[in-house]
């Protein structure tokens, strides 16, 4: 299996930048695409940007412009950067990696929270 530890959450005023990052540890050979995933209170959890093994990227139309995922491979980490934060960027960050194509494997979860 593979564990995922998240980093980097925080409080940040608007305007502002946090940058996220995902270490994965484990049997990590077998890590395909990654991503962000993120969950507000009372909303569904939604894709925020995704990575895949050919370092093609993928973002949702609400961060597009303002995030940048990228990953390390030989560090076996993701990361997210986002800047012009707002705060409906507040909720709950994940981090996910497809494992051997089929299975999902989630990070525990961090906050970022932006003040208005």
């Known amino acids: 299996q593979v564990q995922l530890v998240e980093s980097g959450g925080g409080l940040v005023q608007a305007g502002g930048s946090l940058r996220l990052s995902c270490a994965a540890s484990?049997?990590?050979?077998?890590?395909?695409?990654v991503g962000w995933y993120r969950q507000a209170p009372g909303k569904q959890r939604e894709m925020v940007a995704t990575?895949?093994?050919?370092?093609?990227?993928n973002y949702s139309d609400s961060v597009k412009g303002r995030f940048t995922i990228s990953r390390d491979n030989a560090k076996n980490t993701v990361s997210l950067q986002m800047n012009s934060l707002n705060p409906e960027d507040t909720a709950v960050y994940y981090c996910?990696?497809?494992?051997?194509?089929?299975?999902?494997?989630w990070g525990q979860g961090t906050q970022v929270t932006v003040s208005s």
């Open positions: 996910n990696v497809k494992w051997y194509g089929r299975i999902d494997i």
């Open positions: 484990g049997s990590t050979f077998g890590i395909g695409g």
């Open positions: 990575i895949n093994i050919a370092n093609i990227t």
